[in-house]
């Protein structure tokens, strides 16, 4: 896992962070890198790794068969193969 939040991440959260905020907060790719930075936010590079760290962190994953867990408000997937999980 990384916590590198690089243009791409930044700017997929920047354009899909309703998703988990049902509203749209940040304006700017620098509000929305900060927010990354400080919060509980890490980039992993497969649906293994988000698993992974959902059950590391004690999520229940039961009903989250297979890609289902990708559907979870808190994961966003990046486009280039690696997935944003944001903890609200």
């Known amino acids: 896992m990384t916590e ?13 962070q309703e998703q988990l905020l049902y509203k749209k907060v940040f304006s700017t790719k620098e509000e929305a890198r900060d927010f990354l930075e400080e919060g509980m936010a890490v980039v ?12 590391e962190e004690g999520l229940d994953t039961e009903g ?9 408000d808190e994961v966003f997937e990046v486009g280039d193969g690696r997935y944003l999980i944001v903890e609200a």
Do not use: H, M, P
């Open 4 to 16: 590198q939040f690089d243009d791409a991440v930044v700017q997929c959260f920047l354009e899909k």
């Open 44 to 55: 992993v590079s497969s649906v293994k790794e988000v698993r992974e760290f959902f059950e």
């Open 64 to 72: 989250l068969k297979g890609k289902r867990i990708l559907e979870a």
